[in-house]
Antibody, heavy 120, light 110 residues
Framework: EVQLLESGGGLVQPGGSLRLSCAASGFTFSSNPMGWVRQAPGKGLQWVSSIVQSGDRTYYADSVKGRFSISRDNSKNTLYLQMNSLRAEDTALYYC?????????????WGQGALVTVSS | QSALTQPASVSGSPGQSITISCTGTSSDVGGSKFVSWYQQHAGKAPKLMISDVSNRPSGVSNRFSGSKSDNTASLTISGLQAEDEADYYCSSNTSSGTLIFGGGTKLTVL
C-alpha cells in the first residue's frame, strides 16, 4: 500500500522559511516523479511543484518560482519542499503526491497534508 | 495563469446522471491529452477518478466517465449515489509546462 507522510508544517512569520518533508513507502520511490499540491483553507487545489525521478529536473508554479525549491533523496525515500520568503497567501494544506502518468500530468496517491500557516 | 472554469455547484437525485464541465483554453484543456478529474470528500485527500481525458484508474467505478470537446472537458457520473457527494476538480497540463486545476465543483446528492 502506498503511504505518503508529510511533516514539517507549522506557524511561520511572513518572510520566514520552512521545509516540508514527505516520507514515502509502499512503492519504488526512485522510479516515480513526485509533486506538491496545496489547498488554502476553504479553497481549491493548486499545483505547486514537481520533480522527475532522478531529481535533475524540477518544475514550479509561477506563484512560488524563485522562493520554493523541491528536491528528493531517493536513498531515504523522501521528498522535500524548501519554502523561503513566505507570504500570507502561502497559507495552505500542502499535499505530497505521487505522479501517475508523468511528471506534470496527474497524481494517483496523496498524503494527508501538512498545514502551513504564515502569519505574524 | 487563471484556474480552469468549473460550475461552483451541481446537484442530482440518487440514480440520476450529472455532468460537470471544465473550460480552459487552447493552451491547456484544448491542447492537452492529459485532462484529469479528482474527487475530494470533506477533510480528505483528493482521489484520481479520470486520467487522460477518459481513462479510469484501476478501482474507479465505471459510473464515472470523462470526455472532451475543444476547450471543454466533462465528467459524467451516472447512477448517482449518496457517496458521490464531494468536491470535484479537473486539471490539465499546459503548453508552458505547468499543471492547472479547476476551481472545483461541489456535488450535492439530493
Amino acid at each position: 500500500e502506498v503511504q505518503l507522510l508529510e511533516s514539517g508544517g507549522g506557524l511561520v512569520q511572513p518572510g520566514g522559511s520552512l521545509r516540508l518533508s514527505c516520507a514515502a513507502s509502499g512503492f519504488t520511490f526512485s522510479s516515480n516523479p513526485m509533486g506538491w499540491v496545496r489547498q488554502a483553507p476553504g479553497k481549491g487545489l493548486q499545483w505547486v511543484s514537481s520533480i522527475v525521478q532522478s531529481g535533475d529536473r524540477t518544475y514550479y508554479a509561477d506563484s512560488v518560482k524563485g522562493r520554493f525549491s523541491i528536491s528528493r533523496d531517493n536513498s531515504k525515500n523522501t521528498l522535500y519542499l524548501q519554502m523561503n520568503s513566505l507570504r500570507a497567501e502561502d497559507t495552505a494544506l500542502y499535499y505530497c503526491a505521487k505522479s501517475f502518468r508523468g511528471v506534470i500530468i496527474n497524481f494517483d496517491s496523496w498524503g494527508q497534508g501538512a498545514l502551513v500557516t504564515v502569519s505574524s | 495563469q487563471s484556474a480552469l472554469t468549473q460550475p461552483a455547484s451541481v446537484s442530482g437525485s440518487p440514480g440520476q446522471s450529472i455532468t460537470i464541465s471544465c473550460t480552459g483554453t487552447s493552451s491547456d484543456v484544448g491542447g492537452s491529452k492529459f485532462v484529469s478529474w479528482y474527487q475530494q470528500h470533506a477533510g480528505k485527500a483528493p482521489k484520481l477518478m479520470i486520467s487522460d481525458v477518459s481513462n479510469r484508474p484501476s478501482g474507479v467505478s465505471n459510473r464515472f466517465s470523462g470526455s472532451k470537446s475543444d476547450n471543454t472537458a466533462s465528467l459524467t457520473i451516472s447512477g448517482l449515489q449518496a457517496e458521490d457527494e464531494a468536491d470535484y476538480y479537473c486539471s490539465s497540463n499546459t503548453s508552458s509546462g505547468t499543471l492547472i486545476f479547476g476551481g472545483g465543483t461541489k456535488l450535492t446528492v439530493l
